[in-house]
């Protein structure tokens, strides 16, 4: 494992993607373990992509956490999906870890709400009444953390969550991470927490493996911090750790 700084980002970058999710699991774990010793529950975000199978897997294998003491929030929902779709976020995360840990709460996005505003502001107020300890996360091949891509991404958003229209590079990353059969089929919408609410955060432990984020994965470390690449805000904060793996590395 390899380790430096920049900024304010801790960043770790292992072997393969295998060593680096069991590495980040471990932290989290450690990470719920020091805030349940301090308070009865706590309250966790949870991205759902491909790229996040290798930490959830050795987290639920974890049987040393007290997920009966964990409220479970996740981080962006399509719109206009049927509630069934296994391309589904909260879907993907009922299959991953949601369905197979025995959280004391599952609070899922509804991505087949009758008025996606409205979802956002009750979700919203769900995520303001239980302050987020941790999340769990990654980045996208624009750079987007949740689904704040370049172009609606706000490093001053006033909003919690928000409806925003899907770029055209995240809507391919869909078919590429073999969610999607076709661009098509990518729904053009969607519901995501906002890059303050996620930042808001105290503890953020963002995974990143495979070579299609390694431009993503440069342009966060080494460029210019701006809502172009809206995970280069993970850079001011000082409790952030970027796990890569040997692929996501390879251009820094």
């Not at 370049?150 to 229209?165: C, L, S």
């Not at 809206?230 to 390879?250: F, G, H, M």
Request: aromatic residues 8%.
């Amino acid at each position: 494992m390899k380790s430096f700084k920049k900024d304010e980002l801790n960043v770790r970058i292992f072997e393969n993607r295998t060593l680096m999710g069991e590495a980040a699991a471990k932290d989290i774990s450690a990470k719920i373990k020091e805030l349940l010793s301090e308070k009865a529950e706590i309250n966790m975000i949870f991205a759902a992509a491909p790229s996040q199978n290798d930490v959830l897997l050795a987290l639920v294998n974890d049987k040393s956490i007290e997920w009966e003491r964990v409220n479970a929030y996740h981080m962006d929902e399509y719109v206009g999906l049927a509630p069934d779709a296994p391309q589904g976020f909260g879907n993907f995360l009922r299959e991953h870890i949601f369905g197979l840990a025995p959280f004391k709460s599952v609070n899922y996005i509804d991505c087949a709400a009758p008025c996606p505003a409205c979802e956002c502001k009750r979700y919203g107020a769900l995520l303001e009444a239980n302050p987020t300890d941790i999340v769990v996360m990654g980045i996208g091949e624009n750079g987007h953390i949740a689904f704040n891509d370049p172009g609606v991404a706000d490093f001053n958003d006033t909003e919690i969550v928000k409806v925003v229209e899907l770029d055209a590079v995240c809507r391919q990353q869909q078919v590429n991470d073999g969610c999607f059969k076709t661009l098509d089929e990518v729904p053009t919408h969607a519901l995501t927490l906002t890059v303050p609410t996620l930042v808001k955060a105290p503890w953020l432990f963002c995974i990143v493996p495979a070579k299609t984020k390694a431009n993503a994965v440069a342009a966060t470390v080494n460029g210019e911090i701006t809502e172009d690449c809206p995970a280069t805000i993970l850079r001011t904060q000082k409790n952030a750790v970027l796990y890569l793996d040997n692929e996501s590395s390879v251009l820094l």
